[in-house]
């Protein structure tokens, strides 16, 4: 980010070159839970074309950073 924050993501591609469209999942509930892949499978979602990003959110999981809710997630869009 520009603030130099790292935020971390899981990327699934569809196989071939792209460009693909892309779906983006930004949870504060861990990009690994349950949850998220329930409701957006990505490996289904790459079968079918499109590239999937599940990303943890500022200061949550594996993304840097401190996680105060609804300040960040405009600019971290």
């Known amino acids: 980010m520009r603030d130099d924050t790292v935020l971390r993501a899981d990327v ?15 949870l504060p ?7 998220a ?7 289904a979602a790459a079968r079918r074309g499109f ?9 949550r999981f594996a993304s840097e950073g401190e996680w105060d809710p609804f300040t960040y997630e405009e600019s971290d869009g």
């Open 51 to 59: 590239m999937v990003v599940l990303r943890d959110t500022r200061g």
């Open 37 to 43: 892949i329930a409701v957006l499978d990505p490996l």
């Open 29 to 35: 509930y861990g990009k690994q839970m349950a949850l």
């Open 12 to 26: 699934y591609r569809p196989g071939g070159s792209g460009p693909w469209p892309v779906l983006l999942s930004r």
